[in-house]
């Protein structure tokens, strides 16, 4: 599994479609619970969901902290996500702010292929570093024009 994963967020860093997908089983999905329209199931829906975060996004990293737990057909890990905003996410327009969120993945599987991908991070956090949201007592958001 971890090798799948590795393989999965070097597709997702560097924007290889083809190899993400490749990856994953037909019937995939992606659950992005605090996205507004979380479920993208199926190939085409998690095809969109990707190209919209890299419209957004187009220098999006995904760094590996750490795998937490592998436990049968699942595993969960921690990551950081980072980018540049340069397109609309989550229906804010493009700031040119630099964004950074963690964020933490559970993964399906289903033999040797991704079958699932069930993602949460905290919107508040990204929504303030992109200037959408001010937060009484949490400053300013970070300008890294």
Request: glycine share 8%.
């Amino acid at each position: 599994m971890a090798t799948e994963i590795h393989s999965h967020l070097a597709a997702e860093s560097t924007q290889d479609l083809r190899a993400l997908l490749a990856g994953m089983t037909e019937d995939c999905y992606n659950l992005v619970l605090c996205d507004p329209s979380p479920l993208y199931r199926g190939p085409e829906a998690v095809a969109r969901r990707y190209r919209g975060l890299w419209a957004a996004l187009p220098d999006l990293q995904v760094r590996l902290r750490r795998i937490v737990a592998i436990d049968g057909e699942l595993a969960v890990t921690e990551h950081t996500l980072s980018g540049t905003h340069r397109g609309p996410l989550f229906g804010v327009a493009p700031t040119g702010r630099r964004l950074q969120v963690n964020t933490v993945v559970i993964w399906e599987f289903a033999d040797e292929r991704i079958r699932g991908e069930t993602v949460y991070f905290d919107l508040a956090t990204v929504l303030r570093q992109v200037g959408a949201l001010v937060l009484p007592g949490a400053g300013s958001p970070p300008d890294a024009r």
